[in-house]
Protein backbone atom coordinates (compact mmCIF):
# COMPACT_ATOMS: atom_id res chain seq x y z
CA UNK A 1 0.00 0.00 0.00
CA UNK A 2 1.40 3.26 -0.71
CA UNK A 3 1.30 5.77 1.57
CA UNK A 4 0.22 9.37 -0.04
CA UNK A 5 2.26 11.98 0.18
CA UNK A 6 0.56 15.23 2.27
CA UNK A 7 0.71 18.23 0.37
CA UNK A 8 2.66 20.95 1.56
CA UNK A 9 0.12 23.81 2.44
CA UNK A 10 1.38 26.98 0.62
CA UNK A 11 2.76 29.67 3.26
CA UNK A 12 1.82 32.93 1.68
CA UNK A 13 -0.79 34.98 3.26
CA UNK A 14 -3.21 36.11 0.04
CA UNK A 15 -2.67 39.65 -0.50
CA UNK A 16 -5.27 40.67 -3.20
CA UNK A 17 -7.33 41.74 -1.03
CA UNK A 18 -5.94 44.14 0.93
CA UNK A 19 -6.05 46.85 -1.63
CA UNK A 20 -9.48 46.14 -1.88
CA UNK A 21 -9.83 46.45 2.51
CA UNK A 22 -7.63 49.97 1.98
CA UNK A 23 -9.84 51.17 -0.86
CA UNK A 24 -12.95 50.15 1.39
CA UNK A 25 -11.81 52.90 3.99
CA UNK A 26 -10.52 55.43 2.35
CA UNK A 27 -14.44 55.23 0.82
CA UNK A 28 -16.03 54.80 4.32
CA UNK A 29 -14.33 57.84 5.80
CA UNK A 30 -14.88 59.71 2.64
CA UNK A 31 -18.17 59.17 2.87
CA UNK A 32 -18.72 59.84 6.84
CA UNK A 33 -17.05 62.79 6.84
CA UNK A 34 -19.18 65.55 7.60
CA UNK A 35 -18.07 68.80 7.26
CA UNK A 36 -18.93 71.87 8.97
CA UNK A 37 -22.17 72.86 7.45
CA UNK A 38 -23.62 75.71 8.99
CA UNK A 39 -23.54 78.94 7.00
CA UNK A 40 -24.02 81.85 9.00
CA UNK A 41 -24.06 84.74 7.87
CA UNK A 42 -22.15 86.85 5.06
CA UNK A 43 -19.49 88.51 6.98
CA UNK A 44 -16.26 90.94 6.63
CA UNK A 45 -14.44 89.91 9.62
CA UNK A 46 -12.03 92.37 11.55
CA UNK A 47 -8.21 91.60 11.27
CA UNK A 48 -5.81 91.79 14.12
CA UNK A 49 -2.20 90.81 14.28
CA UNK A 50 -2.39 88.94 17.82
CA UNK A 51 -4.74 86.47 16.27
CA UNK A 52 -4.61 83.08 17.47
CA UNK A 53 -5.17 79.73 16.58
CA UNK A 54 -8.38 77.89 18.55
CA UNK A 55 -8.59 74.80 18.78
CA UNK A 56 -10.95 73.19 16.38
CA UNK A 57 -12.90 70.96 19.11
CA UNK A 58 -15.78 72.75 20.95
CA UNK A 59 -16.33 75.87 19.35
CA UNK A 60 -19.92 77.14 19.03
CA UNK A 61 -20.42 80.06 16.84
CA UNK A 62 -22.17 83.64 17.23
CA UNK A 63 -22.87 85.35 14.03
CA UNK A 64 -23.49 89.03 14.17
CA UNK A 65 -23.81 90.63 11.07
CA UNK A 66 -23.10 94.13 10.66
CA UNK A 67 -26.86 95.36 10.51
CA UNK A 68 -27.23 93.77 14.12
CA UNK A 69 -28.62 90.43 13.30
CA UNK A 70 -27.36 87.67 15.69
CA UNK A 71 -27.54 83.64 14.51
CA UNK A 72 -27.10 80.46 16.33
CA UNK A 73 -27.29 77.52 13.98
CA UNK A 74 -28.63 79.27 11.44
CA UNK A 75 -31.47 80.96 13.27
CA UNK A 76 -32.16 84.40 13.99
CA UNK A 77 -32.55 85.01 17.17
CA UNK A 78 -33.13 88.25 19.39
CA UNK A 79 -29.77 89.03 21.53
CA UNK A 80 -31.84 88.11 24.71
CA UNK A 81 -31.48 84.43 23.67
CA UNK A 82 -27.77 84.68 23.10
CA UNK A 83 -26.41 83.55 26.73
CA UNK A 84 -29.16 80.74 27.33
CA UNK A 85 -28.59 78.63 23.83
CA UNK A 86 -24.94 78.87 24.85
CA UNK A 87 -24.97 78.84 28.37
CA UNK A 88 -26.56 75.10 27.65
CA UNK A 89 -24.23 74.14 25.03
CA UNK A 90 -21.82 74.77 28.02
CA UNK A 91 -23.62 72.37 30.17
CA UNK A 92 -22.84 69.94 27.56
CA UNK A 93 -19.34 70.35 27.25
CA UNK A 94 -17.48 72.92 29.75
CA UNK A 95 -14.52 73.11 27.33
CA UNK A 96 -16.75 75.33 24.67
CA UNK A 97 -15.44 78.33 23.47
CA UNK A 98 -17.88 80.13 22.05
CA UNK A 99 -16.42 81.76 19.15
CA UNK A 100 -17.88 85.49 18.29
CA UNK A 101 -17.78 85.87 14.32
CA UNK A 102 -18.89 89.78 13.93
CA UNK A 103 -18.74 92.02 11.02
CA UNK A 104 -15.97 94.66 11.28
CA UNK A 105 -18.62 97.40 10.55
CA UNK A 106 -21.14 95.97 13.10
CA UNK A 107 -21.71 98.67 16.09
CA UNK A 108 -20.01 97.97 18.91
CA UNK A 109 -23.16 98.12 20.97
CA UNK A 110 -24.54 94.93 19.68
CA UNK A 111 -21.44 93.06 20.80
CA UNK A 112 -21.75 94.37 23.93
CA UNK A 113 -25.31 93.76 24.35
CA UNK A 114 -23.84 89.54 23.24
CA UNK A 115 -20.77 90.19 26.30
CA UNK A 116 -23.19 91.16 28.93
CA UNK A 117 -25.74 88.58 28.01
CA UNK A 118 -23.29 85.76 27.19
CA UNK A 119 -21.70 86.59 31.11
CA UNK A 120 -24.83 87.07 32.58
CA UNK A 121 -25.90 82.93 31.79
CA UNK A 122 -22.13 82.22 32.99
CA UNK A 123 -20.68 81.72 28.81
CA UNK A 124 -16.78 83.09 29.54
CA UNK A 125 -14.81 81.60 27.27
CA UNK A 126 -15.33 83.60 24.38
CA UNK A 127 -13.03 84.35 21.21
CA UNK A 128 -13.04 87.15 18.87
CA UNK A 129 -13.38 85.71 15.54
CA UNK A 130 -10.63 87.34 13.36
CA UNK A 131 -8.72 87.12 10.48
CA UNK A 132 -4.87 87.21 10.98
CA UNK A 133 -2.72 90.45 9.10
CA UNK A 134 0.88 90.98 9.03
CA UNK B 1 10.87 20.56 -35.62
CA UNK B 2 8.98 23.46 -34.02
CA UNK B 3 9.46 24.63 -30.57
CA UNK B 4 5.97 25.24 -28.78
CA UNK B 5 5.60 28.38 -27.32
CA UNK B 6 5.21 28.91 -24.05
CA UNK B 7 2.08 30.40 -22.97
CA UNK B 8 2.80 33.82 -20.54
CA UNK B 9 1.02 34.41 -17.70
CA UNK B 10 -2.07 36.83 -17.95
CA UNK B 11 -2.88 37.74 -14.87
CA UNK B 12 -1.91 41.37 -13.61
CA UNK B 13 -0.03 40.95 -10.38
CA UNK B 14 -1.93 42.68 -7.56
CA UNK B 15 -0.01 42.10 -3.89
CA UNK B 16 0.74 45.84 -4.65
CA UNK B 17 -2.34 47.24 -5.05
CA UNK B 18 -3.12 47.26 -1.08
CA UNK B 19 0.38 48.93 -0.73
CA UNK B 20 -0.80 51.83 -3.37
CA UNK B 21 -3.98 52.00 -1.55
CA UNK B 22 -2.42 52.47 2.05
CA UNK B 23 0.14 55.00 0.38
CA UNK B 24 -2.91 57.34 -0.91
CA UNK B 25 -4.50 57.14 2.26
CA UNK B 26 -1.65 57.76 4.25
CA UNK B 27 -0.73 60.59 1.38
CA UNK B 28 -4.17 62.43 1.82
CA UNK B 29 -4.07 61.70 6.07
CA UNK B 30 -1.03 63.51 6.48
CA UNK B 31 -1.39 66.78 3.98
CA UNK B 32 -5.22 67.06 4.62
CA UNK B 33 -5.28 70.42 6.93
CA UNK B 34 -8.49 71.12 8.61
CA UNK B 35 -8.50 75.02 9.10
CA UNK B 36 -7.93 75.87 12.35
CA UNK B 37 -9.99 78.95 13.17
CA UNK B 38 -8.16 82.27 13.94
CA UNK B 39 -9.20 84.64 16.99
CA UNK B 40 -8.28 86.86 19.97
CA UNK B 41 -9.45 84.97 23.06
CA UNK B 42 -11.15 86.93 25.99
CA UNK B 43 -12.70 85.43 29.50
CA UNK B 44 -15.76 87.57 30.54
CA UNK B 45 -16.21 88.81 34.04
CA UNK B 46 -18.66 86.75 35.80
CA UNK B 47 -21.70 89.20 36.65
CA UNK B 48 -21.43 90.55 40.32
CA UNK B 49 -17.74 89.55 40.12
CA UNK B 50 -16.41 93.08 41.27
CA UNK B 51 -12.79 94.32 42.24
CA UNK B 52 -12.14 97.09 43.74
CA UNK B 53 -8.76 98.42 41.87
CA UNK B 54 -6.72 101.61 42.78
CA UNK B 55 -7.59 104.13 40.65
CA UNK B 56 -3.46 105.00 39.84
CA UNK B 57 -3.59 101.72 38.68
CA UNK B 58 -6.36 102.14 36.03
CA UNK B 59 -5.13 103.33 31.77
CA UNK B 60 -8.61 104.93 30.54
CA UNK B 61 -8.75 103.99 26.99
CA UNK B 62 -11.55 105.54 25.57
CA UNK B 63 -12.84 104.83 21.63
CA UNK B 64 -16.24 107.59 21.12
CA UNK B 65 -18.57 107.42 18.57
CA UNK B 66 -16.62 108.84 15.40
CA UNK B 67 -13.66 106.82 16.29
CA UNK B 68 -11.63 108.80 18.29
CA UNK B 69 -9.81 106.90 20.42
CA UNK B 70 -8.18 108.46 23.51
CA UNK B 71 -5.58 106.47 25.66
CA UNK B 72 -6.00 108.47 28.88
CA UNK B 73 -7.60 111.51 27.76
CA UNK B 74 -4.75 112.15 25.25
CA UNK B 75 -6.11 111.70 21.31
CA UNK B 76 -4.07 109.05 19.76
CA UNK B 77 -4.30 107.84 16.13
CA UNK B 78 -4.63 103.83 16.28
CA UNK B 79 -1.31 103.01 15.15
CA UNK B 80 0.60 105.08 18.28
CA UNK B 81 -1.78 102.99 20.63
CA UNK B 82 0.73 100.52 21.17
CA UNK B 83 3.76 102.83 21.61
CA UNK B 84 1.73 105.04 23.91
CA UNK B 85 0.83 101.86 25.78
CA UNK B 86 4.37 100.66 26.19
CA UNK B 87 5.16 104.14 26.89
CA UNK B 88 2.35 103.47 30.35
CA UNK B 89 3.86 100.17 31.35
CA UNK B 90 7.62 101.31 31.33
CA UNK B 91 10.07 103.50 32.77
CA UNK B 92 13.27 104.47 31.08
CA UNK B 93 13.25 101.74 28.58
CA UNK B 94 12.39 99.02 31.71
CA UNK B 95 9.00 97.37 32.46
CA UNK B 96 7.92 99.05 35.34
CA UNK B 97 8.62 96.71 38.86
CA UNK B 98 5.08 97.21 40.41
CA UNK B 99 3.34 96.90 37.21
CA UNK B 100 -0.33 96.36 38.09
CA UNK B 101 -1.42 98.87 35.05
CA UNK B 102 -4.75 97.73 33.83
CA UNK B 103 -5.93 98.87 30.97
CA UNK B 104 -9.72 99.35 30.60
CA UNK B 105 -11.31 99.67 27.42
CA UNK B 106 -14.95 101.78 26.98
CA UNK B 107 -15.88 101.76 23.78
CA UNK B 108 -18.88 103.82 22.15
CA UNK B 109 -22.24 101.85 21.40
CA UNK B 110 -22.04 103.39 18.22
CA UNK B 111 -18.17 102.67 17.26
CA UNK B 112 -17.43 100.48 14.91
CA UNK B 113 -16.69 96.99 16.25
CA UNK B 114 -13.61 96.68 13.74
CA UNK B 115 -12.00 99.23 15.13
CA UNK B 116 -12.29 97.94 18.76
CA UNK B 117 -10.96 94.98 17.57
CA UNK B 118 -8.03 97.07 16.30
CA UNK B 119 -7.37 99.04 18.98
CA UNK B 120 -7.69 95.65 21.11
CA UNK B 121 -5.00 94.01 19.07
CA UNK B 122 -2.57 96.93 19.16
CA UNK B 123 -2.61 96.99 23.21
CA UNK B 124 -2.67 93.03 23.04
CA UNK B 125 0.39 93.55 21.13
CA UNK B 126 2.42 96.13 23.33
CA UNK B 127 1.95 93.35 26.24
CA UNK B 128 3.23 90.95 23.87
CA UNK B 129 6.15 92.83 23.39
CA UNK B 130 6.94 93.70 26.99
CA UNK B 131 6.10 89.86 27.77
CA UNK B 132 3.98 90.21 30.46
CA UNK B 133 0.29 88.95 31.13
CA UNK B 134 -2.54 91.16 29.50
CA UNK B 135 -4.53 93.13 31.53
CA UNK B 136 -7.18 94.83 29.78
CA UNK B 137 -10.76 95.33 30.62
CA UNK B 138 -13.42 96.02 28.31
CA UNK B 139 -16.12 97.89 29.94
CA UNK B 140 -19.54 98.44 28.24
CA UNK B 141 -19.82 102.75 27.55
CA UNK B 142 -23.36 103.55 29.06
CA UNK B 143 -24.98 105.91 26.73
CA UNK B 144 -25.26 108.52 29.27
CA UNK B 145 -21.16 108.32 29.15
CA UNK B 146 -21.00 109.65 25.47
CA UNK B 147 -18.13 112.18 24.93
Given at each position: MEIKRVEKASL??????TGDIAFLLIVFFMVTTVF????GLKINLPSAERSKKIPNKGIAHIWVGEDAVISIDDNIIPVSYVGILQSRKVFENPALITSIQAD?????GIINDVFDNLAENKVLRVSLATLKSD | MRKQRRKETS?????STGDIAFLLLVFFMTTTIFNNELGLQIVLPEKGETVKVKSSSIAHVYISREGVIKVEDIVTPLDQVEDKAIELLTQNGSIKADTNLIFSMKTSRFCKYGLMINTFDKLKKAFAQLNIPEKISLKPSPIEDEF
Open positions: EIPTASRTETKNANY | TIPTA
